[in-house]
């Protein structure tokens, strides 16, 4: 069996916050390739402001980081979006479109895809994938996932039963 996994870095981010701990991407790669050929690894995120100089530092730190453990990073650089109803500056990078994009693209590489989000807009993703004839393996917290993409899913995997696997130490 061949896999892809997919990452959509934004929402990762906030679910290691709500955890309180950290994923190591490494071990990521290795619990979900154990036993599979890894085909790909690829990343989603957000690039900092160009204007923050520090944070942009340590962004390309990071994703040199990323890249060479095996991830392929696919970046935007955050734009500023007003919230009408609030009046607050909001920075976003908004990948939705470039993460389904590259799931697709690769549909032939991998007979499973794991998609580590928790965003229930990749509901219809997950099943044109099942559709197509792949696993789809959801990772994400149970409680601020969409009950809509863990319904698509072949599999979900809450983030806090493989804890101890991919953790951060």
């Not at 499973?112 to 559709?131: N, Q, S």
Request: glycine residues 6%.
């Amino acid at each position: 069996m061949r896999v892809g996994i997919f990452v959509d870095a934004a929402n990762m981010f906030y679910a290691q916050r709500d955890n309180g701990w950290h994923i190591d991407w490494r071990k990521v790669k290795e619990h979900f390739s154990r036993g599979r050929e890894l085909v790909m690894a690829a990343y989603f995120t957000g690039s900092p402001y160009y204007e923050d100089v520090e944070r942009l530092r340590r962004y390309r730190k990071y994703r040199t980081a990323l890249t060479l453990i095996g991830y392929t990073v696919i970046d935007k650089e955050l734009k500023e979006v007003l919230d009408r109803d609030t009046g607050i500056r909001k920075r976003k990078a908004n990948l939705d479109v470039e993460f389904t994009l590259h799931v697709l693209a690769a549909m032939p590489a991998y007979d499973v895809a794991v998609l580590l989000t928790g965003d229930g807009d990749f509901a219809p993703l997950a099943e044109h994938l099942c559709r197509s004839g792949k696993q789809v393996i959801c990772v994400a917290r149970r409680e601020s996932a969409g009950l809509e993409l863990i319904n698509a899913a072949t599999t979900f995997v809450d983030l806090n039963s493989i804890r101890q696997e991919i953790e951060k130490t």
